[in-house]
C-alpha cells in the first residue's frame, strides 16, 4: 500500500510541473505577443523635393505626396544647416534664412498669427511646405521628424518626449 501513496504522489508532482510550465509559458508568449504586435505611431510618408527660385536664391519646396494626413503641431525640420520654414516665395509668410534657427515647428507663427506654412492642422497629400536654409541650398541634408506629443514655441521649437521618428531624409545635390 506504500507503494500505491508514492505513485500516487509522483503522478500529482508531474501534473502540477506540467501546470506550471503552461503557466510561464503562457505568460512568456503573452508578452512576447504584446510586444510585437506594438507598432511604431510614426506617421509613414513620401516627399519629394524642388528648388524654386526665391530672388538671386533657391528655395526648397516639399511636397507630401503619400500617406496618411499628419498632424503639423508634432512635425518639425532639422537641416544640416540652419534653415527656416514658411510659405512660398513672395507670399505674405515666405521662408526667410535670417530667420533659420536649427530646427523649425511647422506650427511656427509669429504675433498670434496663422502658422507660416499656410496648410492648416494636418500636412495632407499634394500640400508643400518651404525651406529656405542658411546660404546656398547645395548639399543640405533636410530630416523631417514627428514627435508624440506637440512641439512646443517656435525658432528652435522645443520637443517634448522621448520619442521621436524621423519620417523623411533627403540631400540636395
Do not use: C
Request: hydrophobic share 35%; no cysteine; net charge negative.
Amino acid at each position: 500500500m506504500y507503494r500505491g501513496n508514492r505513485a500516487v504522489s509522483s503522478v500529482i508532482g508531474v501534473i502540477l510541473m506540467i501546470a506550471v510550465v503552461v503557466v510561464v509559458s503562457s505568460s512568456i508568449a503573452f508578452y512576447f505577443w504584446d510586444v510585437a504586435g506594438e507598432q511604431t505611431p510614426a506617421p509613414q510618408i513620401s516627399v519629394s523635393h524642388e528648388l524654386v527660385q526665391d530672388g538671386d536664391e533657391q528655395t526648397i519646396a516639399v511636397t507630401l505626396e503619400a500617406g496618411n494626413a499628419v498632424q503639423t503641431d508634432r512635425l518639425y525640420v532639422i537641416g544640416s544647416k540652419n534653415l527656416d520654414i514658411g510659405g512660398a516665395p513672395g507670399s505674405a509668410t515666405p521662408a526667410l534664412e535670417r530667420y533659420s534657427s536649427e530646427r523649425e515647428a511647422f506650427t511656427e507663427s509669429s504675433g498670434g498669427r496663422p502658422p507660416q506654412v499656410g496648410i492648416g492642422e494636418t500636412w495632407e497629400a499634394g500640400e508643400t511646405v518651404y525651406l529656405d536654409p542658411d546660404g546656398s541650398v547645395d548639399g543640405v541634408t533636410v530630416e523631417l521628424h514627428w514627435n508624440t506629443r506637440p512641439v512646443q514655441n517656435v525658432n528652435p521649437g522645443t520637443v517634448e518626449g522621448s520619442q521621436s521618428y524621423k519620417i523623411a531624409e533627403f540631400t540636395i545635390s
